[in-house]
């Protein structure tokens, strides 16, 4: 593989991850979630994305990511909300 090649693709996946980032904390999930949370939970959900894996997957995920990994409750946010903005993103890239 060609090193141009590799950059442009290392240079597309960092700007998606930012994107998914930047929408990730767009949707307030919890007033002042740490944006390094924000940063890992998109890179968790961008690599299962690239997967090819389906919606309830990622679903899975975030709820997983916030209650275990953030402290959440469940009833504390919508994880089919979160999941259908995150998979209308992904489709229109």
Known sequence: ??????????????????????????????????????AYLAERI?????????????QEIITYELCVGYGLYVYEFDSEKITDDIMDWWENL
């Open 46 to 58: 961008l690599r299962q994305l690239e997967k090819g894996v389906d919606s309830q997957k990622i």
């Open 1 to 38: 593989m060609d090193k141009n090649y590799m950059n442009i693709i290392i240079n597309e996946r960092r700007g998606h991850l930012g994107q998914l980032k930047k929408l990730i904390i767009s949707m307030n999930i919890s007033p002042g979630m740490d944006k390094e949370f924000c």
